[in-house]
């Protein structure tokens, strides 16, 4: 989800002087909701998505419509958040890495 990074600036961080990322915290099978990945979006850029609320709002109202977007639902199978060059093909992506 190019959208997460690029645009919204959720990109992961360095943590215990090792590189974060929200990819890192998606389980390798099963359903993840939108709701969850919002979650890790925070997690992985090592902020509580719990605090702050009325500040974070906004941004996880972003990213959470970002995933519906560029999954095409709100529930998905943890698989199809895998990168893949042949699946970053079919998400409309262009040379930049522009598109979901």
Do not use: Y
């Amino acid at each position: 989800m190019h959208i997460r990074c690029a645009d919204l600036g959720f990109c992961g961080c360095i943590k215990h002087e090792r590189p974060m990322h929200v990819d890192l915290l998606i389980p390798p099978e099963g359903p993840v909701t939108a709701d969850q990945f919002v979650e890790w979006a925070f997690l992985a850029d090592d902020m509580n998505p719990n605090s702050e609320a009325e500040r974070w709002q906004p941004h996880k109202a972003a990213i959470r419509t970002a995933f519906v977007e560029c999954m095409g639902a709100d529930t998905v199978d943890a698989s199809r958040l895998r990168w893949s060059r042949e699946r970053e093909e079919q998400s409309g992506a262009d040379e930049s890495g522009e598109g979901c």
